[in-house]
């Protein structure tokens, strides 16, 4: 199975920034795509952002111009630079990877989440 690691998350004052980052581990031949969701207290999981195998990104409307979304296919990890941060992007933000293992098999797996608070 392919495993993601999600790590970064934490407590911070409105405009500050965190840096997100999410690992997959496993019998990984391929990443097609990965991308970062959160899901606020009250509200369904929504995309922030996503990023395919071509370096294509995808952003919230919420988040453009504050929040990138980058890769290291090497070390098979996205991550999501957030500036100034808001009170809104409040939530738990989980880590979703896609792609196919060593056995031609497709894989979608998702972290565990890590919280992010901003205060104002």
């Known amino acids: 199975q392919v495993q993601l690691v999600e790590s970064g998350g934490g407590l911070v004052q409105a405009g500050g920034s965190l840096r997100l980052s999410c690992a997959a581990s496993?019998?990984?031949?391929?990443?097609?795509?990965m991308g970062w969701y959160r899901q606020a207290p009250g509200k369904q999981r929504e995309l922030v952002a996503g990023i395919i195998s071509g370096g294509s990104t995808t952003y919230a409307d919420s988040v453009k111009g504050r929040f990138t979304i980058s890769r290291d296919n090497a070390a098979n990890t996205v991550y999501l630079q957030m500036n100034s941060l808001k009170p809104e992007d409040t939530a738990i933000y989980y880590c979703?990877?896609?792609?196919?293992?060593?056995?031609?098999?497709?894989?979608?797996?998702w972290g565990q989440g890590t919280q992010v608070t901003v205060s104002s």
């Open positions: 979703n990877g896609r792609g196919t293992t060593g056995w031609n098999r497709r894989f979608d797996s």
């Open positions: 496993g019998s990984i031949v391929s990443i097609n795509a």
